[in-house]
């Protein structure tokens, strides 16, 4: 990866320097070997901060939120992931197409931080795909401004495989018998913490004012128990619903390591046998199924 590394520092340097842009966002290297975190850059001569190895994981879509208020323009390196990401901002009117210049990079695939933590540096070969990358089916970045790398070949992925597997969870939990269904569930929700770095994260999730930040709504409750947080992962599942794009950050993130994605997942596949298939965040035209409607859409409240 050092040679997009290399372009990587050059581009931001260069737009930096015109004040082409203002602001860079990519990937820094963190603490341990193990974490690339997001880093915003200002200043031309602090470009060499920035990284591209196989934990640069995070998808910096989110961030742009921080700063739409803003008459900067922003440079932001996208993978597939990330440039999903800015779709999803940009159908939502979230940010302004002219306030951000995107650079493309194709995605090898990421590795598992928690996993590499366990192993050790010395088995860093061993380490897996962190589990989004797995199942994900567009490596490369579906809107940008500039492409790095065009001419060194695809990403390394076979991105119709990973399709073939995009539903395998999901067809596990619906296997199960009702009662089984009903403890993975409950299982799962009872650890919640409630920490919301699954909303924080997602790039669906960009309400101005977040229904579970007002208790005094009547709607929802402080608790941390089973019934409290089960509605808020039920509510923030449909509230994404046909407009997740499927980059697996709120799993990614969670601490209790929750299988948010396989609910994301089972309400992706649904609407696909209901309204055909569809996947957000790919083409700026095409509008969510629950954010259009055609007279031939399948009627059965009644």
């Given at each position: 990866?050092?040679?997009?590394?290399?372009?990587?520092?050059?581009?931001?340097?260069?737009?930096?320097?015109?004040?082409?842009?203002?602001?860079?966002?990519?990937?820094?290297?963190?603490?341990?070997?193990?974490?690339?975190?997001?880093?915003?850059?200002?200043?031309?001569?602090?470009?060499?901060?920035?990284v591209w190895d196989e934990f640069c994981a995070n998808n910096l879509a989110k961030y742009l939120l921080d700063?739409?208020?803003?008459?900067?323009?922003?440079?932001?390196?996208?993978?597939?992931?990330?440039?999903?990401?800015?779709?999803?901002?940009?159908?939502?009117?979230?940010?302004?197409?002219?306030?951000?210049?995107?650079?493309?990079?194709?995605?090898?695939?990421?590795?598992?931080?928690?996993?590499?933590?366990?192993?050790?540096?010395e088995r860093r070969h061993e380490v897996p795909l962190v589990a989004k990358c797995r199942f994900c089916t567009?490596?490369?970045?579906?809107?940008?401004?500039?492409?790095?790398?065009?001419?060194?070949?695809?990403?390394?992925?076979?991105?119709?495989?990973?399709?073939?597997?995009?539903?395998?969870?999901?067809?596990?939990?619906?296997?199960?018998?009702?009662?089984?269904?009903?403890?993975?569930?409950?299982?799962?929700?009872?650890?919640?913490?409630?920490?919301?770095?699954?909303?924080?994260?997602?790039?669906?999730?960009?309400?101005?004012?977040?229904?579970?930040?007002?208790?005094?709504?009547?709607?929802?409750?402080?608790?941390?128990?089973?019934?409290?947080?089960?509605?808020?992962?039920?509510?923030?599942?449909?509230?994404?619903?046909?407009?997740?794009?499927?980059?697996?950050?709120?799993?990614?993130?969670?601490?209790?390591?929750?299988?948010?994605?396989?609910?994301?997942?089972?309400?992706?596949?649904?609407?696909?046998?209901?309204?055909?298939?569809y996947e957000a965040g790919i083409d700026l035209e095409d509008l969510p199924p629950l954010g259009r409607y055609?007279?031939?859409?399948?009627?059965?409240?009644?």
């Open positions: 990866m050092s040679r997009i590394q290399e372009r990587m520092r050059a581009r931001a340097r260069e737009l930096l320097a015109q004040g082409t842009v203002q602001m860079v966002i990519g990937w820094e290297k963190g603490t341990f070997w193990y974490l690339s975190p997001p880093v915003f850059i200002t200043d031309a001569g602090e470009c060499d901060r920035l700063y739409k208020h803003t008459e900067d323009k922003i440079a932001l390196f996208v993978k597939g992931c990330d440039a999903r990401g800015v779709v999803r901002l940009l159908q939502d009117n979230q940010i302004e197409r002219e306030k951000v210049y995107l650079i493309g990079i194709k995605c090898p695939g990421m590795k598992d931080g928690r996993l590499a933590d366990a192993l050790g540096e567009h490596p490369e970045p579906v809107i940008f401004d500039e492409l790095l790398g065009e001419d060194e070949g695809a990403a390394a992925r076979d991105a119709a495989a990973a399709a073939e597997g995009r539903f395998a969870e999901v067809e596990k939990v619906e296997a199960m018998s009702p009662d089984e269904r009903y403890t993975f569930w409950t299982s799962a929700y009872d650890r919640c913490l409630r920490c919301y770095a699954c909303r924080n994260v997602c790039p669906a999730c960009n309400c101005r004012e977040c229904i579970f930040d007002r208790s005094q709504s009547g709607w929802c409750g402080k608790q941390m128990n089973r019934g409290e947080n089960m509605f808020f992962a039920i509510t923030r599942a449909m509230h994404v619903a046909g407009r997740c794009i499927e980059c697996g950050e709120c799993e990614r993130v969670c601490p209790e390591g929750i299988p948010i994605m396989t609910l994301n997942k089972k309400i992706i596949k649904d609407l696909n046998e209901l309204f055909g298939e055609k007279l031939d859409d399948p009627d059965e409240f009644h």
